[in-house]
């Protein structure tokens, strides 16, 4: 179970501020993000070596996009295609609306349930895709795109910002009263302590943890940070760049490192 964090601000001069877990398997290979698809060369992303595709990149136009497991979707099935290319389909795209249109559009059988995140400085989506059956019963559509509202959203194998997940129930409020990272000044503290937060709710087990640490060799193996700035405060001033800071291993003991990004296109 992974979790995306996202905080919208319209107007502030970085309106789109997200965090993010990477929950997986310790064996299942991994690249850190770079620039690793030589048919996508505006799209820096990390690269799943199992499914080929990604789970959280940004492209040289500033569009985000994650995608999470949906609960009891947990890893790959035979006849299903990788959702990790629907990351890389999103990040083809130079907004997120547009993004989040096409994603609505795809096959839901092709693919298992998911929940996904797609992002840039103006606007931002969650895509859901619950499963045919669900869709069917309650005669919805399979996947359904959503406008983020300003504020914060958290987002792990259930709805946004359901208290049926125990992690949404433990760590929304926290972020929540924890104070926003400043990009500008490369303060991350708090968001930093509380995608490394081992507590949870002893009813609920360390699932409900942001960190995850399990048995059976489940655990959160990756964190990311990412800042899109706003558009340039006056007709001179100098357009700021994106962040994305990585941490490649559990956020409690793995230290965060800038990841390259090259500037929008001229």
């Known amino acids: ?38 048919g996508r060369p505006n799209t820096v992303a990390g690269q799943d070596q199992l499914g080929g595709g990604s789970w959280l990149g ?44 096409i994603l609505t559009r795809i096959a839901p059988d092709d693919y298992r349930s998911f929940n996904m995140v797609v992002a840039d400085r103006r606007t931002a989506y969650w895509v859901r895709h619950r499963g045919q059956e669900r869709a069917a019963a309650e005669r919805t559509p399979a996947i359904e795109a959503f406008e983020l509202p300003p504020g914060l959203s ?13 992690r949404i129930r433990t760590y929304l409020p926290r972020f929540e009263a924890a104070t926003p990272p400043d990009p500008r000044k490369g303060t991350w503290g708090n968001w930093k302590r509380l995608l490394a937060g081992r ?32 558009p340039p405060q006056s007709a001179r001033g100098k357009p700021a760049q994106p962040v994305w800071l990585f941490a490649a291993g559990r956020p409690d003991c793995t230290p965060f490192e800038e990841v390259t990004l090259q500037g929008p296109p001229k």
């Open 58 to 101: 940004i492209n040289d136009f500033g569009v985000v996009a994650g995608i999470l497991n949906r609960t009891g979707s947990l890893g790959p099935q035979q006849g299903k295609r990788s959702r990790g290319e629907l990351v890389l389909a999103a990040l083809d795209h130079r907004d997120a609306s547009a993004a989040a249109t």
């Open 154 to 166: 958290m987002l792990t194998s259930c709805d946004r910002n359901d208290p049926a997940s125990a």
């Open 1 to 38: 179970m992974c979790t995306l964090v996202v905080l919208r601000r319209p107007g502030h001069p970085w309106p789109l501020l997200m965090a993010a877990n990477r929950d997986e398997m310790r064996d299942r290979a991994w690249r850190p993000p770079s620039r690793h698809w030589p």
């Open 199 to 230: 507590r949870f709710d002893d009813a609920d087990g360390p699932q409900g943890a942001m960190t995850v640490i399990a048995d059976n060799g489940f655990e959160t193996v990756s964190s990311s940070l990412i800042a899109l700035p706003g």
